[in-house]
């Protein structure tokens, strides 16, 4: 493993505790909700903030008590910390100085980077002549310049408008792509995850959570966290074949058999609502209270109240058959071929 790392850091009544790995050429996002510790994890590998215990291994070297500035390792932060009195060029050229190039070998790897960002043109302009997709540019082509054993990417794409985030995201692909080093990518954004990672690790409160592929995450998630992320409604119970039994003593079919602890999983889509209980009920049928409408697309997207809290996708056509308003009852039904019954313990 290029990187193999143990993040035990305090701070404050907040603790991190993560194992985390990264093969040479992997990309993986570290994802997770605000406060969970993905900059204090970023932060750690650079070694900007020390450990409390545990260790940073790259390339079998340990890092721990190595500084920032010794390290193999190349940040893009959040808002770039470019630095405003040098030109783009000097700021790529920064890193290569650091580590022992002279001034002309160090300006010939940042010309070489700023032609590779696309950004041969503007070599000589200073940060605030930039926009924010080409500041983005010049902070990874600073990052990558020192050719990094360990890439580490902090909401890399966050500061940026719509429209540039979409074509810098591809762009930022095709560099990841081409990086020989362990990337690690800190994000919010699942889209920015399942576009640009191999891998992802979920942090919450401090610890993971779940990781695998995003394949395996969207279908089989097992926090609250991921299930909103991946956009499903997701339970807790006790499998007994096709029933799991949840808390308070609802229960859902599925078509997948399960015993034991077990979770079950519906997207919003798949739930139907009606004005009475239908007939020739599916086996998922309950009496519901509509909390909350949002639009979702170009579809609604409702909260529901009962024996289970739900999220449910309706057409504008049927909100308005159902003459939709929160305080309405309902019924809600979702079939068991929609719906995914898992164990806990993978
Ligand atoms: N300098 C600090 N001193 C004490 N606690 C801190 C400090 N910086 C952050 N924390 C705490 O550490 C925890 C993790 O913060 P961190 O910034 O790593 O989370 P994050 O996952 O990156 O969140 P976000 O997505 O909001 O950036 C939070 O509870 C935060 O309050």
Do not use: C
């Not at 545990?54 to 070297?61: I, W």
């Not at 289970?308 to 058959?321: G, K, L, Q, R, Y």
């Amino acid at each position: 493993m290029t990187l193999d790392a143990h993040l035990v850091v305090h701070r404050g009544d907040f603790r991190l505790d993560l194992e985390l790995t990264i093969a040479a050429g992997e990309t993986v996002a570290l994802l997770g909700p605000n406060g969970a510790g993905k900059t204090t994890a970023l932060r750690a590998l650079a070694g900007l903030i020390p450990l409390t215990s545990g260790h940073v291994t790259l390339e079998d070297r340990d890092l721990t008590e190595v500084p920032p500035e010794r390290r193999r390792v190349g940040v893009v932060f959040q808002d770039y910390l470019l630095f405003p009195h040098l030109s783009a060029r000097d700021n790529v050229a920064f890193g290569p100085r650091r580590h022992g190039a002279d001034r002309r070998g160090a300006h010939e790897i940042a010309d070489r980077w700023l032609a590779r960002v696309g950004l041969t043109d503007f070599a000589r302009r200073k940060p605030r002549h930039l926009s924010g997709g080409q500041a983005q540019r010049v902070a990874l082509a600073r990052a990558l310049a020192v050719d990094p054993v360990l890439l580490l990417l902090d909401e890399p794409l966050a500061a940026l408008d719509a429209r540039t985030r979409l074509e810098t995201r591809a762009e930022l692909h095709r560099h990841l792509s081409a990086h020989p080093g362990a990337t690690l990518l800190v994000t919010h954004d699942p889209l920015d995850a399942l576009v640009l990672a191999d891998r992802l690790v979920i942090v919450e409160d401090g610890r993971v959570v779940q990781e695998g592929d995003a394949a395996t995450i969207t279908a089989q998630p097992r926090t609250d966290y991921v299930a909103q992320l991946v956009g499903l409604n997701l339970y807790r119970g006790r499998g007994d074949g096709h029933v799991v039994h949840l808390e308070g003593g609802f229960a859902l079919t599925a078509t997948d058999v399960v015993h034991g602890a077990a979770f079950v999983a519906f997207p919003p889509a798949a739930v139907a609502l009606h004005p009475a209980r239908p007939d020739g009920s599916p086996r998922n049928t309950w009496p519901a209270v509509l909390t909350d409408i949002q639009r979702h697309g170009d579809n609604l997207r409702v909260r529901l109240d009962g024996p289970i809290v739900v999220a449910a996708d309706i057409t504008p056509a049927a909100a308005a058959h159902l003459d939709l308003a929160p305080g309405r009852e309902l019924w809600a039904a979702v079939k068991a071929s929609e719906t995914r019954a898992y164990p806990v313990s993978s």
